[in-house]
């Protein structure tokens, strides 16, 4: 593209644009003057309009008083970079040099232009104008790069390589950032596209051999682009993460990173088919390496959280498009080892070598190297490299081909390759921006004839197992679903393939993606094989639930049994045990009232000594039976009496006062089989008022065994300060001495005494 040059000042000398000055003539007063060709007194214009992208978000094309307004905006853009483009030499580079405003205008067009991969002008089918007028635009920014990178324009402008070198380099004129975004706005969807980009990388390489350094960076830069898609991919909708809140013009979260991915993918398959040099680089990075890896990992991982948020998600489109372009990125890669064997036989060793060593590091990527093999057939480049290096390891050759072996008969592969290489070349070029996508779609397709598998190979594989990895990766499927592509695949990673691509066969793409499946009955199998149908022994009898639907069994289903308390509140309130008792305990109330009978229920009858009976007959049985007489002493008085206030025996007024009929029961006690209950009440009463005597009137003074007295023990005395007698002062004495065995102080002693009575303290 030869830009639009107006003679002006001569140039007679026909120097360069660095030796150049011009003489300007005498003008408002002023003397006549020598100015440089490159002078900023050339670049006079200060105003330059800044490009407005075609594109609203996410692929699609602005409508209405937004397109009215692009449309406004580009017309003006169109014009200024006409203006440009029709400066002389000199103006041109003092343009681009000192007027930094023109130099943004170009830049900003390259960075909002309109992605050639995207699918916008379907959009705008019937705004022809404005197609043509964005094509305008990029024809014309495209000759203002062709025109930088151009040292001579005619004999009389022209700069040498040196000096053009210092002004793109030094001034930024031309970046690798500016490189990726044109590759981006023109694309190689028409080959005369595909030659621009190529002269224009060509023209910068041997211009400024710097740029390799530069373009080894921008390559660097795509593992950290790598690593921040799988970041996002992994925290999408989480803040600080990326993702940040869904934007209302999005279908999902991950539209963004799916059009970056898809960005990435072009802008580095593009360049890597424009520029040899870029191949070399690659594979002295191993970047092939890192495309695996992120093709294996981060892709499905992507694809499947857009799947499971919208099934017709426009970006599940982009991802499959991304897929193709890292696959023919790492096929230049890999070719460029090829090329290599075929041009240089002395290096072709080294060069096999590698090519084996890159494909053998990939081999882990498992979903990878399934497609890589089925698109490119690995055991083609094998051939060559066997044909040109004869000492080449056939081991390692022949491991290659065999990890990369397709899915897919090889002959099949190849008439499917060959067949869609055609398809490729046989597409019109009156629209490059819309078919350049179809294209490559097209060409690179993956297609899925694959032969049904036979009942033996099937029998050899666990399908259960290859059905649960494939549920894994997309567990939206149904079972009878997946059963269903299995039996088409050898594997379940082709299978994932072939969904993921929605490249199914044609009997199964409309096939009911939640089918599910029913496992076959063991006893059907045992019958076909022995025709003898097997049941189990209890089938059918009182208990089988499967066959009664009241069976005569307690079904229990969770903790606990049926109809039982859930918790202890409930099993406190439970009555039905009483209500079951209550006719047992009603019939106690049928009392007899005749009189003459001498079964008579006694109601004066008190039962509340029998407890106290039982225990004392126990007691003094013991005894008898350790002392071994017929006769003793009523030990329970002297036991009584050892727990007394006073802490002495009970005195001779105490046995002189029992009743004769006690004495009597005392005696004869012995005689009977069972001591008369009334005997027991009254010693225990006589005793229990003796002692309850003795407490409230006092013992007796003295030694021990002395009679009991009314007299009552005074410790309270006279009023204080008139004087207390003898009695008085011994009686507090007394208390004070002997107040540890009784009361609260001796409660061991009491503890015991309840005890021995048979009573529970």
């Given at each position: 593209?030869?830009?639009?040059?107006?003679?002006?000042?001569?140039?007679?000398?026909?120097?360069?644009?660095?030796?150049?000055?011009?003489?300007?003539?005498?003008?408002?007063?002023?003397?006549?003057?020598?100015?440089?060709?490159?002078?900023?007194?050339?670049?006079?214009?200060?105003?330059?309009?800044?490009?407005?992208?075609?594109?609203?978000?996410?692929?699609?094309?602005?409508?209405?008083?937004?397109?009215?307004?692009?449309?406004?905006?580009?017309?003006?853009?169109?014009?200024?970079?006409?203006?440009?483009?029709?400066?002389?030499?000199?103006?041109?580079?003092?343009?681009?040099?000192f007027q930094k405003k023109a130099l943004a205008a170009v830049v900003s067009f390259l960075q909002r232009a309109t992605p050639f991969y995207l699918n916008v002008w379907s959009q705008?089918?019937?705004?022809?104008?404005?197609?043509?007028?964005?094509?305008?635009?990029?024809?014309?920014?495209?000759?203002?790069?062709?025109?930088?990178?151009?040292?001579?324009?005619?004999?009389?402008?022209?700069?040498?390589?040196?000096?053009?070198?210092?002004?793109?380099?030094?001034?930024?004129?031309?970046?690798?950032?500016?490189?990726?975004?044109?590759?981006?706005?023109?694309?190689?969807?028409?080959p005369q596209n595909t030659a621009v980009l190529s002269r224009i990388f060509d023209t910068l390489l041997r211009i400024e051999p710097n740029y390799k350094q530069d373009l080894l960076?921008?390559?660097?830069?795509?593992?950290?682009?790598?690593?921040?898609?799988?970041?996002?991919?992994?925290?999408?909708?989480?803040?600080?993460?990326?993702?940040?809140?869904?934007?209302?013009?999005?279908?999902?979260?991950?539209?963004?990173?799916?059009?970056?991915?898809?960005?990435?993918?072009?802008?580095?398959?593009?360049?890597?088919?424009?520029?040899?040099?870029?191949?070399?680089?690659?594979?002295?990075?191993?970047?092939?390496?890192?495309?695996?890896?992120?093709?294996?990992?981060?892709?499905?991982?992507?694809?499947?959280?857009?799947?499971?948020?919208?099934?017709?998600?426009?970006?599940?489109?982009?991802?499959?498009?991304?897929?193709?372009?890292?696959?023919?990125?790492?096929?230049?890669?890999?070719?460029?080892?090829?090329?290599?064997?075929?041009?240089?036989?002395?290096?072709?060793?080294?060069?096999?070598?590698?090519?084996?060593?890159?494909?053998?590091?990939?081999?882990?990527?498992?979903?990878?190297?399934?497609?890589?093999?089925?698109?490119?057939?690995?055991?083609?480049?094998?051939?060559?490299?066997?044909?040109?290096?004869?000492?080449?390891?056939?081991?390692?050759?022949?491991?290659?081909?065999?990890?990369?072996?397709?899915?897919?008969?090889?002959?099949?592969?190849?008439?499917?390759?060959?067949?869609?290489?055609?398809?490729?070349?046989?597409?019109?070029?009156?629209?490059?921006?819309?078919?350049?996508?179809?294209?490559?779609?097209?060409?690179?397709?993956?297609?899925?004839?694959?032969?049904?598998?036979?009942?033996?190979?099937?029998?050899?594989?666990?399908?259960?197992l290859e059905v649960t990895a494939v549920l894994e990766v997309l567990p939206h499927l149904g079972m009878g679903f997946v059963r269903r592509v299995l039996s088409r695949y050898d594997?379940?990673?082709?299978?994932?393939?072939?969904?993921?691509?929605?490249?199914?066969?044609?009997?199964?793409?409309?096939?009911?993606?939640?089918?599910?499946?029913?496992?076959?009955?063991?006893?059907?199998?045992?019958?076909?094989?022995?025709?003898?149908?097997?049941?189990?022994?209890?089938?059918?009898?009182?208990?089988?639930?499967?066959?009664?639907?009241?069976?005569?069994?307690?079904?229990?289903?969770?903790?606990?049994?049926?109809?039982?308390?859930?918790?202890?509140?409930?099993?406190?309130?439970?009555?039905?045990?009483?209500?079951?008792?209550?006719?047992?305990?009603?019939?106690?109330?049928?009392?007899?009232?005749?009189?003459?009978?001498?079964?008579?229920?006694?109601?004066?009858?008190?039962?509340?000594?029998?407890?106290?009976?039982?225990?004392?007959?126990?007691?003094?049985?013991?005894?008898?039976?350790?002392?071994?007489?017929?006769?003793?002493?009523?030990?329970?008085?002297?036991?009584?009496?050892?727990?007394?206030?006073?802490?002495?025996?009970?005195?001779?007024?105490?046995?002189?006062?029992?009743?004769?009929?006690?004495?009597?029961?005392?005696?004869?006690?012995?005689?009977?089989?069972?001591?008369?209950?009334?005997?027991?009440?009254?010693?225990?009463?006589?005793?229990?008022?003796?002692?309850?005597?003795?407490?409230?009137?006092?013992?007796?003074?003295?030694?021990?065994?002395?009679?009991?007295?009314?007299?009552?023990?005074?410790?309270?005395?006279?009023?204080?300060?008139?004087?207390?007698?003898?009695?008085?002062?011994?009686?507090?004495?007394?208390?004070?001495?002997?107040?540890?065995?009784?009361?609260?102080?001796?409660?061991?002693?009491?503890?015991?005494?309840?005890?021995?009575?048979?009573?529970?303290?």
């Amino acid at each position: 593209m030869t830009p639009i040059i107006i003679e002006g000042f001569p140039n007679p000398d026909k120097k360069s644009l660095d030796q150049l000055v011009f003489r300007l003539s005498a003008e408002d007063g002023l003397a006549p003057r020598n100015i440089a060709a490159l002078h900023r007194h050339w670049a006079k214009r200060e105003t330059f309009t800044t490009y407005v992208g075609l594109m609203s978000q996410y692929g699609r094309a602005k409508t209405g008083l937004e397109l009215e307004e692009w449309q406004h905006n580009a017309n003006y853009f169109y014009k200024d970079i006409n203006f440009l483009l029709n400066c002389r030499h000199h103006e041109f580079w003092s343009y681009m040099v000192f007027q930094k405003k023109a130099l943004a205008a170009v830049v900003s067009f390259l960075q909002r232009a309109t992605p050639f991969y995207l699918n916008v002008w379907s959009q705008l089918v019937q705004q022809q104008p404005i197609i043509d007028l964005y094509e305008q635009i990029l024809a014309a920014v495209l000759r203002v790069i062709c025109r930088l990178i151009t040292s001579r324009e005619s004999d009389e402008s022209w700069l040498t390589i040196e000096h053009q070198r210092e002004l793109i380099y030094k001034n930024y004129l031309i970046s690798v950032p500016m490189l990726c975004d044109l590759v981006i706005a023109v694309g190689d969807a028409d080959p005369q596209n595909t030659a621009v980009l190529s002269r224009i990388f060509d023209t910068l390489l041997r211009i400024e051999p710097n740029y390799k350094q530069d373009l080894l960076a921008a390559l660097v830069f795509f593992r950290v682009a790598f690593r921040s898609i799988q970041t996002q991919a992994e925290n999408e909708g989480f803040e600080g993460a990326g993702g940040g809140e869904l934007d209302e013009n999005a279908e999902t979260p991950y539209d963004d990173v799916a059009l970056y991915t898809l960005d990435c993918a072009y802008t580095l398959s593009v360049i890597l088919d424009i520029c040899p040099e870029v191949q070399q680089m690659c594979a002295e990075i191993k970047l092939g390496q890192s495309i695996a890896q992120f093709y294996d990992n981060t892709i499905p991982f992507l694809y499947k959280n857009i799947y499971l948020i919208n099934e017709a998600a426009t970006s599940l489109g982009w991802l499959n498009m991304a897929r193709i372009q890292y696959l023919k990125a790492f096929r230049s890669i890999a070719y460029s080892y090829i090329e290599v064997v075929m041009t240089k036989p002395e290096d072709a060793i080294t060069a096999a070598e590698k090519f084996i060593g890159l494909l053998t590091e990939c081999l882990s990527e498992q979903i990878f190297v399934n497609d890589y093999g089925r698109i490119y057939p690995v055991e083609l480049d094998v051939d060559i490299l066997k044909q040109v290096c004869k000492k080449l390891d056939d081991f390692k050759a022949s491991f290659i081909v065999q990890g990369y072996q397709p899915e897919v008969p090889t002959n099949l592969q190849k008439a499917n390759h060959t067949k869609s290489n055609k398809k490729t070349q046989n597409v019109t070029k009156s629209n490059k921006k819309t078919k350049q996508v179809r294209s490559n779609c097209n060409t690179n397709v993956i297609t899925n004839s694959t032969p049904t598998t036979t009942k033996e190979e099937t029998a050899k594989r666990d399908i259960d197992l290859e059905v649960t990895a494939v549920l894994e990766v997309l567990p939206h499927l149904g079972m009878g679903f997946v059963r269903r592509v299995l039996s088409r695949y050898d594997n379940s990673e082709g299978a994932i393939a072939a969904i993921l691509e929605e490249n199914l066969p044609p009997d199964l793409v409309n096939a009911d993606q939640n089918e599910i499946y029913i496992p076959p009955d063991p006893q059907d199998k045992t019958y076909a094989e022995t025709g003898v149908k097997h049941y189990n022994i209890y089938d059918g009898d009182q208990y089988d639930i499967m066959t009664h639907d009241n069976p005569k069994c307690i079904i229990k289903q969770g903790k606990g049994m049926p109809n039982t308390p859930k918790d202890a509140a409930q099993l406190l309130d439970d009555k039905r045990d009483l209500a079951q008792i209550k006719s047992r305990y009603q019939a106690y109330t049928l009392v007899s009232e005749c009189e003459s009978s001498n079964d008579e229920y006694d109601d004066e009858y008190d039962d509340s000594y029998e407890a106290l009976l039982a225990s004392e007959t126990r007691v003094v049985r013991s005894k008898q039976l350790k002392a071994g007489l017929a006769n003793i002493e009523d030990f329970s008085d002297d036991d009584e009496s050892d727990n007394d206030d006073d802490g002495e025996q009970q005195n001779a007024e105490d046995k002189s006062s029992k009743s004769d009929t006690q004495q009597t029961g005392r005696n004869n006690k012995q005689l009977n089989f069972c001591e008369n209950p009334e005997d027991v009440r009254a010693r225990y009463e006589a005793r229990r008022q003796a002692k309850w005597s003795n407490r409230n009137h006092g013992g007796g003074g003295g030694g021990g065994g002395g009679g009991m007295d009314n007299k009552p023990r005074d410790v309270v005395g006279a009023p204080k300060g008139q004087g207390q007698d003898k009695e008085t002062l011994r009686n507090r004495d007394k208390k004070e001495k002997n107040k540890s065995m009784r009361a609260n102080h001796n409660r061991k002693a009491g503890a015991s005494f309840k005890r021995s009575r048979g009573m529970i303290g």
